[in-house]
């Protein structure tokens, strides 16, 4: 076995068999990791697209957020992150990452993004991708 990390999406009977032959041949020391997918690029991309909409067209207690900013405002409500009091002042909100989000939890993000945006009157200039919904139950 080489040294190089190997990755199995077990989608049927051969992956299954693939990464158990995996584990049995692996030296001692290796590590397994049985996890869900995480988000897809196609989330990815309808995340930012959403996200420049609500940095265009909202004002938030009298500024415009980047979609830097956004996403951290929007992160921190759907993972109810804390918090934190900054070195120099102001705050910091702790460990809110899109990155390793899973394609369900994208699919919070992205309906919470609905949801603020439709409260605030946002025209979305990015509609759904076909098939999304089932991207948002891990179908695809």
Not at 52 to 72: F, I, P
Not at 110 to 124: I, N, P, T
Request: glycine share 6%; with cysteine; charged share 25%.
């Amino acid at each position: 076995m080489s040294d190089s990390k190997q990755v199995f999406r077990l989608v049927h009977a051969t992956a299954r068999q693939m990464a158990s032959r995996a584990c049995i041949q692996a030296p001692d020391g290796y590590v397994v990791e049985i996890k869900p997918r995480t988000r897809s690029l196609d989330q990815n991309a309808k995340m930012w697209a959403m996200l420049a909409d609500l940095s265009r067209q909202v004002e938030w207690y009298g500024q415009r957020l980047t979609s830097d900013e956004w996403k951290d405002v929007l992160t921190a409500a759907l993972k109810k992150q804390k918090a934190v009091p900054g070195i120099d002042g102001g705050f910091v909100v702790i460990g809110a990452r899109t990155r390793n989000m899973t394609i369900r939890e994208m699919s919070d993000l992205v309906e919470l993004m609905y949801a603020f945006g439709a409260q605030q009157d946002v025209q979305w200039t990015d509609p759904a991708p076909q098939g999304y919904e089932e991207l948002a139950r891990g179908v695809a």
